[in-house]
């Protein structure tokens, strides 16, 4: 009670923006589009930025508890969720020319089945702000239940939605505790589940099986191999004893390590080196400022100085909340399968430290074949709380990889179909 009594008392409001008039100068759109900005959220000059798309052919009077409401974290940490919008699965792409931009509607946007709110967060990500540095999941979270608390005042309708928190990568350690923290809440809302692709949960127990990964796959040596493991068993030494400051920074000097010796992308090695993605909407975002409601202007998706912040949360463990919130709704992880930097291995050696009847039940499921138009493009085990996904031919950023598969992930998982085909 006291933590939501702290929410209370807090000056924190939303502006919301119709953006129908602006998108509709480049294309014709029939659903509704807006943005709004959390502003005081716990100090003044605090505030946390969203866009928000209807399902098409749904509006504000028209949501009731039949229709699915998705929350979208952004990982990174300090990565723009808009990229997710723009770049992945939002209606629209936006292509800047030499006087002005073009946008086309795209092809498997998720707001054909659900009503998506992104939003950018922790503060300093995008095109939120804050006089606050964020440094753990934990803390992200209680900002993160305040915007809801906005939020829901100016949008009660979805309330009575079916909601989920999706995303994916760092999304693996947002989405379990933002959920949390949520159903802990006196927020009385829809909860149905968490989404996440490539989620790092746990980093004592995912780690161990990059080098792994990349061996059987002819990347590194034997020799080198070994030599890494070391690096591997030293992060799980400072994670056990809590050093979790060096334990993050170690991380990502060892994943560095690996990307330059193994000469390939850890995230896809598919891919030489990381896949360039347009970031014309940012540009399109910095001109239209005043028709966003926001302040400033950003040059980069991610924001480094964030992530830098956060690095001894790295080794935060989701083991507990996720046996909880099992308990609580249901729970998707997909993996892409040339992704080695959070790999399906690791995942499946986390999953084996996970102390829950509905793993149990899980384990002893049979795997079925996840095809669409008659292809053979993944595998999938499921049961009535958790599904595990594999996408064939897809990286870390599986829905940027794959868009139709994931399109079509999404709507068997939501209609809660047992044959994927």
């Not at 723009?80 to 992945?88: G, I, P, T, V």
């Not at 753990?136 to 305040?146: D, H, I, P, R, W």
Request: hydrophobic share 35%; glycine share 6%; proline share 1%.
């Amino acid at each position: 009670m006291l933590f939501y009594l702290f929410i209370c008392f807090t000056h924190a409001a939303i502006t919301k923006k119709s953006l129908k008039d602006l998108y509709s100068k480049y294309l014709t759109i029939d659903f509704d589009v807006e943005s709004g900005s959390a502003s005081g959220l716990s100090k003044e000059k605090n505030n946390m930025f969203y866009q928000l798309v209807y399902q098409k052919g749904l509006n504000e009077q028209t949501i009731t508890k039949d229709h699915t409401f998705l929350i979208w974290l952004q990982g990174g940490p300090g990565c723009s969720s808009q990229s997710a919008f723009f770049e992945l699965i939002g209606p629209f792409r936006i292509t800047k020319s030499d006087t002005d931009f073009t946008i086309e509607k795209k092809d498997n946007s998720w707001n054909d089945f659900a009503s998506i709110l992104f939003i950018d967060q922790p503060f300093e990500t995008g095109f939120s702000q804050g006089e606050i540095l964020i440094n753990s999941t934990l803390q992200a979270s209680t900002y993160f239940v305040e915007f809801m608390v906005e939020f829901f005042k100016v949008h009660p309708e979805f309330l009575l939605a079916k909601t989920y928190l999706t995303g994916f990568s760092y999304t693996g350690h947002f989405a379990p505790q933002f959920s949390s923290s949520l159903l802990n809440s006196d927020i009385k809302f829809n909860y149905q589940g968490i989404i996440i692709g490539n989620g790092l949960q746990s980093m004592l127990h995912q780690t161990s099986s990059i080098s792994s990964f990349l061996y059987v796959n002819g990347y590194i040596s034997d020799e080198f191999k070994q030599v890494i493991k070391k690096e591997e068993y030293q992060i799980q030494s400072m994670i056990l004893k809590q050093q979790d400051k060096l334990a993050g920074s170690a991380f990502i000097q060892y994943q560095d390590k690996l990307e330059t010796f193994a000469k390939t992308d850890l995230t896809n090695i598919l891919l030489k080196q990381e896949q360039k993605r347009s970031n014309d909407w940012i540009s399109f975002m910095n001109k239209y400022k005043d028709q966003f409601g926001i302040q400033n202007s950003i040059t980069e998706v991610c924001n480094q100085q964030v992530k830098q912040q956060m690095e001894s949360d790295f080794s935060f463990d989701l083991t507990k909340i996720i046996e909880d919130l099992l308990n609580k709704g249901t729970v998707l992880f997909y993996d892409g399968q040339m992704d080695a930097s959070i790999n399906y291995a690791g995942t499946q050696n986390w999953l084996s430290s996970l102390k829950s009847e509905q793993i149990y039940q899980w384990k002893a499921a049979q795997k079925s074949i996840f095809k669409t138009n008659g292809k053979t493009v993944g595998n999938f085990k499921k049961t009535e709380k958790f599904t595990m996904v594999t996408i064939y031919n897809a990286g870390h950023a599986a829905v940027f990889d794959q868009p139709q598969i994931l399109y079509q992930m999404m709507k068997h998982h939501l209609n809660n179909d047992q044959y994927w085909s």
